[in-house]
């Protein structure tokens, strides 16, 4: 269909909304793929194509530099920009292959290249945050652990720490940027502060909102471990067995260790770690959504609304994300829900709780949504 005649779709009143979007989805695709390419060909010809993209696009830096990035792609993977066009993928889509070129060495590349056509195909039918999660694991297969290590040291000199004042609010704010293993054991310490500080009671400025209030509870715990650095936490490694059955009918066992973030770091790093006699080994044992063994406390009934870390161990070894089918929200940015709901008498059992995302948990808490059975189960 013509520019032309998607346009004229867009703006025509007598259609559904839903085909005016459709059709503006189309377009807006379709654009952005031509626009794509000119910039490509500026960019090979030595028309300055920056300059044109400030000038006339009225971009800045780095919108710049992601334009010229998307632009690469696409003339690197003609199929995706053809795709592009087609509107059945976005930008969003080239940002995920970008990132991906991004991470490997030329000759990697040049591998994950070979694999362009099949990739673009899986693009065009899955969201650009189901697309990153393959396309992640193509390139987990790509890299080495030569590869793995070099990152994490990049990643090392990469650690940042900055804070302002926010001139509207007044609120103070930090952002930081750790490596994945330093950031591990931030983790581990704030999820131990907030356990220990919030276990039976919430302040009175925890707001209603479970995903605000969660946030808010993280954020003094972060105070708390601040202003009493001796409270320490030994290092954990959380293994999840999870047994299968071999072609033979025997049960045989598959081993993934958790670490509660999706993290990426060289097999050294990892033994090192499990071998550490300071690192305390957390074994639970999942079949499914049956939950055979899981140390700690699991059943707390009213005596507290807040799950503690065992129980939230024992939910991220069956739910890695979100527990609604298909979200990918991964787990430790969700919200534990109770099913049966607190101010209805629920308790904090495992069996009645879930780990849901903000946009989930919201929906859950209007009616909108109904949580689909089976949950978890404890054996």
Known sequence: MEATTLLERVLDPTLAVSERFAAGTRLRGLLDATLLSLSAQMSTAGDGAAGVLQDTGRLGGRSIAREMR????????????????????????????????????PAQRDELLTSAPLLVDIARTETPERFDKIIQEKVARL??????????????????????????????????????????????????RHDTLFASTVPDTA??????????????????????????????????????????????????????????????????????PATTITPIVVAGDLVLHAP???????????????????LHAVHSTCAIPDCDVPFHRCEVHHIVWWRHGGTTDLVNLVPLCGRHHTQVHLGLLDLPPPIIRVA
């Open 296 to 314: 700690g406390q699991l059943n707390l009934g009213r005596s507290t609304r807040i799950a503690n870390r065992a129980q939230r161990r024992a």
């Open 70 to 105: 998307r632009a690469d792609v696409v003339q690197r993977v003609p199929s995706l920009g053809d795709a592009l066009g087609d509107g059945d993928v976005s930008v969003d889509h080239v940002d995920v292959f970008d990132r991906a070129l991004q991470r490997l060495e």
């Open 143 to 192: 890299l080495t652990d030569r590869d793995r290590a070099a990152r994490l040291a990049q990643q090392q000199r990469d650690t940042r720490l900055r804070t302002w004042v926010d001139r509207t609010t007044g609120m103070w704010n930090i952002r930081a940027e750790y490596d994945p293993v330093t950031g591990q054991r931030l983790q581990i310490l704030i999820d131990a």
């Open 207 to 276: 707001p209603d909102d479970p995903l605000e209030r969660a946030q808010h509870l993280r954020a003094l715990a972060l105070v708390d471990l601040v202003d009493t650095p001796g409270r320490g936490t030994r290092p954990e490694v959380v293994v999840t067995l999870r047994p299968e059955a071999a072609s033979g009918g025997t049960s045989s066992g598959t081993t993934a260790i958790d670490w509660r973030l999706p993290i990426e770091v060289p097999r050294s790093v990892l033994e090192h770690l499990v071998t550490d």
